[in-house]
């Protein structure tokens, strides 16, 4: 019998993490069973439970990883200031990301199955929100990020539900039109009070 290392340990462990995210967002939480999940990370069925106790295990830390990442990838990585935050909206905003649901953002793919995960998936959602919005409100006020959080959080639920909205309409135009207005009404919700 093969003995692997930890790093090969955790390296599989980060595999079916982020297969698993994708997988999700593409499939939704119930629509996504451990055989297609373990599949898609090129492992079997047996070996999911060296990395997790039970699904739920695996549905927190995916979505606890693919908050992470975003507030990694999108928001720290933004353009300072109010540059940055148009960056934000326009990026979220846009037909690329709306096509690409598994790449995309977690919020808007699973926000109604999260409200009805476990208290632990729930918890570690707030987490990953929390550290996303914070860095959206520290881009807003950097003097006073705190008063901005709800404004931040505000702009993010307005971004995630158009972004949901334009993914279920048929009409493509339609669509676009419903991401250019949501992307004039989050400057607006930006700009509200602001001196930016």
């Known amino acids: 019998m093969v003995r692997y290392g930890k790093e090969h340990k955790a390296e599989t462990r980060r595999r079916i993490i982020e297969t698993a995210g994708r997988r999700f967002k593409q ?10 999940l373990m599949k898609d990370a090129g492992l079997t069925n047996g070996a999911f439970y060296a990395h997790f106790e039970s699904k739920d295990d695996l549905v927190t830390t995916a979505i606890a990883d693919q908050l ?5 990838n999108v928001v720290a990585r933004a353009a ?3 540059a940055g935050l148009e960056q934000i909206v326009r990026g979220y905003l846009s037909p690329q990301h709306r096509d690409s649901m598994g790449d995309g953002c977690p ?3 699973l926000l109604d199955e999260i ?7 729930r918890q570690a959602y707030t987490d990953g929100v929390l550290i996303l919005i914070d860095g959206i409100a520290d881009r807003m006020a950097p003097e006073a990020p705190a008063s ?7 702009l993010l639920g307005l971004m995630a539900g158009t972004l949901q909205l334009a993914r279920a309409l048929t009409d493509s135009q339609l669509a676009n ?3 250019d207005q949501g992307v004039s009404n989050a400057l607006a919700l930006l700009d509200a009070g602001q001196g930016v």
């Open 107 to 109: 919020n808007a793919a």
């Open 68 to 72: 992470k990442a975003q507030a990694e």
């Open 27 to 36: 499939d939704g939480i119930d629509g996504s069973g451990v055989s297609t």
């Open 177 to 179: 039109a419903l991401l």
């Open 80 to 82: 300072p200031g109010r």
């Open 115 to 121: 409200g009805r995960c476990t208290d632990t998936t």
């Open 148 to 154: 901005a959080r709800v404004k931040a959080l505000s």
